[in-house]
């Protein structure tokens, strides 16, 4: 009789701890929107500007954005690039924003890439679908 008692407080024990860990799990996934939101705000103001300097930065930041998600997510990698690809196999749709990361490493890497305005609002659009998919709707 005794050993059935201790199966159920055993059983009740594993129960608890698996409520604990997905409550814990819970929270991790919760995002603060205003603050993603007042980063988003920034890159919009920069992509009014009418200088290419203002639009490569909306890039580069819509791209910093959308990896601190990615690790904020728990996605792991050392670059962007390794977390996205880990990223794809949850999220097919992230696929999409591989042109947008790519202009963005040319911005930073090769000096004498331009970029036009239509140029970054498409690639900060780019972002902005790729981080809703991630759970993180901002306008």
Not at 11 to 20: A, K, R, S, T
Not at 89 to 118: C, F, M
């Amino acid at each position: 009789m005794w050993y059935i008692a201790g199966a159920i407080i055993f059983i009740g024990i594993l129960i608890f701890i698996f409520w604990f860990i997905n409550r814990q799990g819970s929270d991790h996934d919760e995002l603060d929107q205003r603050y993603w939101s007042a980063r988003w705000q920034k890159i919009q103001t920069l992509l009014q500007e009418k200088n290419d300097f203002a639009w490569r930065q909306a890039v580069i930041e819509a791209d910093n954005i959308f990896d601190e998600l990615l690790k904020h997510k728990g996605f792991g990698g050392s670059s962007l690039g390794e977390r996205l690809k880990i990223a794809q196999g949850r999220y097919k749709e992230l696929r999409a924003v591989w042109p947008a990361h790519i202009l963005r490493n040319r911005l930073v890497h090769e000096v004498d890439t331009s970029i036009n305005q239509h140029q970054a609002k498409k690639a900060v659009a780019d972002f902005q679908v790729a981080l809703r998919v991630l759970g993180l709707h901002i306008k």
